[in-house]
């Protein structure tokens, strides 16, 4: 009898601890009484590790703390199976904050089975990652005409969509960018994802772009890149691609986003590994370097 008494006690308290650490994680943090995004990571920083072990990669990726992930096509073992890596995905705790997608994966012979999957995934965002005619002066408005018609496709099925930066679509065009001429021919619902990294590397300000556009950056990408000038003095100035070590002005960044962008996810997105770290090593750095820069807002 005692014995049994001593593992429902256990029982209890370990119910207890869980519950208290469920209810610390959900806690909403605040900045200017409006909440602090969760925080996601690109699942291309981690690509060549999902290849090899796609459950264990997440399970680390869990184990950082981060409240979701952002696929960008590659699901493991899931591939035709969203509702079994949804439930994959909540045992570890992680939410999907948006997936990266491409114009073939949505065409009329795909449409949906992709938006099924998507649903059945619980995922609400959809961005196009690339696509090289955002900076082709003669085609970006071919683009612009396939992200609006795909845009109203998918916002009939309740989805967000936008579009990912890089560095090109801050180019010069027509007295602005190309950037800003993508902007100013969509919606106002149309979700610019901006990475910020790129933006560094184009030598621009994020947070007069985030303020250009008010509500229209949902998710950003918060990834450490460095400037020509900069890299080519690394030995002597001690930055490098890791969120805090880096040149961004990440408390400016968060400020915007959370006052004017109405992002509701910061994306941690790591493409270099500084110094030799692993992916995995320098997502975490990163993350720690996010978490500090959140703190101290």
């Not at 049994?4 to 959900?26: E, G």
């Not at 952002?70 to 992680?94: I, M, Q, W």
């Not at 005409?145 to 930066?165: I, M, R, T, V």
């Not at 106002?188 to 030598?203: H, N, P, R, S, Y």
């Amino acid at each position: 009898m005692k014995i049994l008494k001593l593992i429902a006690l256990l029982a209890v308290m370990t119910m207890s601890c869980f519950t208290q650490a469920h209810d610390n994680k959900k806690k909403v943090q605040t900045y200017q009484n409006k909440a602090i995004p969760m925080v996601s990571v690109q699942l291309w920083s981690v690509k060549h590790q999902l290849k090899s072990d796609f459950k264990g990669t997440l399970k680390q990726i869990a184990a950082m703390g981060f409240d979701g992930v952002e696929f960008a096509g590659d699901f493991g073992p899931y591939k035709n199976d969203a509702k079994g890596l949804k439930v994959f995905l909540d045992g570890l705790g992680l939410q999907v904050s948006a997936a990266h997608i491409n114009f073939k994966a949505f065409d009329a012979e795909n449409f949906k089975q992709s938006v099924a999957f998507y649903n059945d995934l619980a995922t609400d965002t959809l961005i196009v990652a690339w696509d090289d005619r955002a900076w082709n002066s003669l085609k970006v408005d071919g683009l612009i005409a396939d992200l609006n018609k795909l845009f109203h496709s998918l916002k009939a099925e309740g989805f967000h969509f936008g579009y990912h930066n890089h560095d090109q679509e801050y180019d010069a065009y027509n007295g602005a960018t190309f950037w800003d001429h993508i902007a100013k021919s969509t919606p106002k619902d149309f979700v610019l994802q901006m990475d910020v990294g790129w933006v560094t590397i184009a030598e621009k300000d994020p947070v007069e772009y985030i303020n250009r556009y008010p509500n229209r950056t949902l998710t950003t990408h918060i990834k450490a890149k460095l400037p020509k000038a900069v890299v080519a003095n690394m030995a002597t100035n001690g930055k490098r691609q890791i969120v805090g070590d880096d040149v961004t002005d990440w408390a400016g960044v968060l400020k915007a986003d959370i006052t004017v962008g109405g992002t509701k996810w910061f994306v941690i997105e790591q493409e270099e590994y500084p110094d030799g770290l692993t992916p995995l090593q320098a997502v975490k750095l990163s993350k720690q370097g996010l978490d500090k820069a959140i703190a101290n807002l």
